[in-house]
Each structure stands twice: as structure tokens, then as C-alpha cells.
């Protein structure tokens, strides 16, 4: 897709009324993210909280993803939430290989990112494993504000046609957790 | 809850119940493989005992294999509990099979419930029912090796249906220092915690 440096959009006074002149992909991209069909792939506990952050009081409609298919050709974001079983992974990739180009993927919660304390024969280690994925969203389960987060994470990658894998980060951290996670990741690749 | 079933079972079989215990009422009977479907039948026939109620089917595995032989004489233990309805009790009833070909004749004429336990059981462990009408896998799929549950199957061996997709995954851990445990995946397992 288009590099992020060069998309520009200016406004140029002309007369009364003026114009705007914008890359394609920019313009594309900011029509794409507020009309988000999703597909939930719900299939563990944070269904729940999927559920809570559907209804009215979060209410993910302000967001203008509200509007759940249940046929992935209809859908533009496949939402996985909750652990995928091995025995599930090619539903999921069939699934994710009927969608429609353009699509997107949420790893929803720690099972979905990373396969969580599932660590066993029967759990897919993180859906990337799979399936690429556009923004995971740690928690267990995440809380509505953080999958609220990722949604707006994802809105502002499809505005400027970004596709690498980006994490929710806990705003409330406190100082030197940037160092802690590091090592935790440097624990993690450890061979 | 009294030992009623236990002495039943003692007073019909004899020597064949090898061990029985009571613990806070739970009754527990230790018989021999080769009357295990005798002894379900007359906990389930016996108007006494009156057991008509299957709660579960399940399995142990007994060995350890650092030390022990895996084709030990009792490494899997199967259990079933069943429950009287009518005389509110419950019985615990124990065998044990082999590790080299582990056989059990089946005890769904008994409690037909105990179809798809005795399914669990083979994939899980492996043993063999003898006369299941279905003796397929339930949880995992065909094209899976072993059995999950053995003691000596590998903790970190998975048998992924779909390929894993090429390329390194270096993203950050979603688990903070406070969320439970490390991302350990990828460490020898001596060095989990």
C-alpha cells in the first residue's frame, strides 16, 4: 500500500467556496474506517465482553463499526475473540480466506493474541500463527475501553493504509514499563 | 454416607474387589479388570445398590515416566461414578489396565452415558473399549498422533491441522508482569515457573 510520508492533503482557498486536494488512498482509507462491517468470531469468554461493548453503553456504533454480518463475504473486520483450538484453525482460516479484500483482523484478548495460558496440544499460540492480523488487544478479557481502543488503533492504521501488526498499549502503565515489557520479550524470544 | 455398596460389592465378589476405602463418604472400590462390567452391572441392577445414575467415566495415568516402565501392569486407572437417585448414594468404582494395549470391555449396556466418556478416554489415554459401538476420537482429530493425556506425551507438542504461517511473530508479549505468567512458549521447560 501507499507509504504514510506521502499522502498529504491540503486545503486551498479558491473563491467562496475553496477545495481540497488528497491522495486516493487517503481518501479511500477515511471513507473505509468509519463504515466497518464486522464478523465476531466469538468463542471463549470474551464474548462477553464483546457483547458489552456492542450494547448501548459503550455502544462501538459511535465508532460506525456497529453493524455485525454473520457472512464473512459481507464483513470487512473478522473480530477473534476468544481461544482457538486447533481443531478450529481451519475454520478460521476459512473464514478469514472468504472475506472480501479490503479485510482486517482484531485478536481479541490475550488467547487470541498470543494463545494466553493455554500453553498445550490443543491451543493455536496466537492467531498470527494463521492468519494475519491487523491489532491485537491484550487482556483477559480485555476491558470495552481497551477493545474500544484497538477499534480506533485499527481506524487510524486503515486511514493511513498501514498493515503491520500494531498492539494496544496500556495507557495507565506506569514509568518504566516500556523496559519491563522489553525484557519480558526478550524472555519470550530466548531460545 | 454408609459403606451399604461397599459391603454389597465385598459380600458378591470376594477377592475380585481388590481394595475398598470411605472417605467422607465418598466410597471407593478397587475390583479387577475382568469383572469390571460384572460389578457395574450389579451396582446398577442390585435393588439395594440401585446406582442407575452415571455421573462420570474418566482415567488416571499412574506411571511417572522418569522412573517407571510404560507397559507397567496398572498404569491406567479407569474410574466410574454412579449414583442412586432413589437411595441417595454414590459409588466410586476403579480398575486398572495395562500400559502395553490398555483393554477394557465397555460399560454402555450397563449406562449407555457412558459413550462418549469412553470415547474421551481412548483419545485422551488411549484405552480401548471393548464392544463401543463408535470407538472414534471425540476432542482432538483423526490426524492426531498419541494420546494428550499419557504422562509421556510431550507438554509442548502440538499437531497444528493448518500450517503455520512463515515469518517471525516479534510482537510484544500482550501479558504484562502483573497479568499471571511469562510468555514461555519458546523456553526449555525446566525453566518455566
Same mark, same amino acid.
Not at chain 1, 487517503?26 to 471513507?31: D, M
Given at each position: 500500500m501507499a507509504d504514510l510520508s506521502k499522502l498529504e492533503t491540503r486545503t486551498i482557498g479558491g473563491g467562496e467556496s475553496g477545495?481540497?486536494?488528497?491522495?486516493?488512498?487517503?481518501?479511500?482509507?477515511?471513507?473505509?474506517?468509519?463504515?466497518?462491517?464486522?464478523? $465476531?468470531f466469538a468463542t471463549a469468554c470474551c464474548g462477553m465482553e464483546f457483547f458489552s461493548t456492542a450494547s448501548p453503553r459503550y455502544d462501538i456504533a459511535r465508532f460506525g463499526a456497529e453493524a455485525p454480518r454473520f457472512s464473512p463475504r459481507q464483513s470487512d473486520v473478522l473480530w477473534v475473540v476468544g481461544t482457538i483450538s486447533q481443531r478450529q484453525a481451519p475454520v478460521l482460516r476459512r473464514v478469514y480466506e472468504q472475506m472480501t479484500e479490503p479485510k482486517w483482523v482484531i485478536a481479541f484478548g490475550t488467547c487470541a493474541s498470543c494463545g494466553g495460558f493455554y500453553d498445550n496440544y490443543a491451543t493455536v499460540p496466537?492467531?498470527?500463527?494463521?492468519? $494475519?492480523?491487523?491489532?491485537?488487544?491484550?487482556?483477559?478479557p480485555p476491558r470495552p475501553e481497551a477493545v474500544l481502543?484497538?477499534?480506533?488503533?485499527?481506524?487510524?492504521k486503515i486511514g493511513r493504509c498501514d498493515r503491520t501488526p500494531e498492539t494496544v498499549k496500556n495507557t495507565l502503565l506506569a514509568e518504566g514499563a516500556d523496559e519491563a515489557l522489553e525484557k519480558l520479550y526478550q524472555i519470550r524470544m530466548k531460545p | 454416607m454408609s459403606k451399604l455398596i461397599l459391603e454389597r460389592l465385598k459380600a458378591q465378589?470376594?477377592?475380585?474387589?481388590?481394595?475398598?476405602?470411605?472417605?467422607?463418604?465418598?466410597?471407593v472400590a478397587l475390583v479387577k479388570p475382568a469383572r469390571w462390567v460384572d460389578v457395574a452391572r450389579f451396582?446398577?441392577?442390585d435393588p439395594r445398590c440401585a446406582c442407575t445414575y452415571f455421573?462420570?467415566?474418566?482415567?488416571?495415568?499412574?506411571?511417572?515416566?522418569?522412573?517407571?516402565?510404560?507397559?507397567?501392569?496398572?498404569?491406567?486407572?479407569?474410574?466410574?461414578?454412579?449414583?442412586?437417585?432413589?437411595h441417595k448414594h454414590r459409588v466410586r468404582i476403579k480398575t486398572r489396565v495395562s500400559g502395553d494395549e490398555p483393554?477394557?470391555?465397555?460399560?454402555?449396556?450397563?449406562?449407555?452415558?457412558?459413550?462418549?466418556?469412553?470415547?474421551?478416554?481412548?483419545?485422551?489415554?488411549?484405552?480401548h473399549f471393548e464392544g463401543h459401538?463408535?470407538?472414534?476420537?471425540?476432542?482432538?482429530?483423526?490426524?492426531?498422533?498419541?494420546?494428550?493425556?499419557?504422562?509421556?506425551?510431550?507438554?509442548?507438542r502440538a499437531q497444528p491441522l493448518v500450517e503455520y504461517r512463515d515469518g517471525t511473530f516479534n510482537k510484544l508479549g500482550p501479558f504484562l508482569q502483573d497479568e499471571g505468567m511469562p510468555l514461555n512458549r519458546s523456553a526449555a521447560p525446566d525453566e518455566r515457573n
Open positions: 477545495f481540497v486536494t488528497t491522495k486516493f488512498e487517503a481518501l479511500l482509507g477515511w471513507a473505509r474506517k468509519y463504515s466497518l462491517f464486522q464478523y $465476531p496466537g492467531i498470527d500463527k494463521i492468519i $494475519p492480523v491487523d491489532v491485537f488487544i491484550p487482556g483477559c481502543d484497538g477499534l480506533m488503533l485499527l481506524q487510524d | 465378589f470376594g477377592a475380585d474387589v481388590l481394595e475398598v476405602s470411605s472417605f467422607r463418604g465418598d466410597d451396582v446398577h441392577d455421573v462420570d467415566l474418566s482415567a488416571v495415568d499412574l506411571c511417572d515416566p522418569r522412573t517407571d516402565d510404560l507397559d507397567m501392569d496398572d498404569r491406567f486407572e479407569v474410574y466410574v461414578i454412579a449414583y442412586s437417585v432413589e483393554r477394557l470391555a465397555t460399560v454402555i449396556p450397563v449406562w449407555s452415558g457412558a459413550n462418549w466418556m469412553e470415547r474421551e478416554v481412548f483419545d485422551m489415554y488411549g484405552v459401538p463408535d470407538p472414534r476420537r471425540i476432542l482432538t482429530y483423526d490426524e492426531f498422533k498419541g494420546h494428550p493425556l499419557r504422562k509421556d506425551y510431550p507438554a509442548n
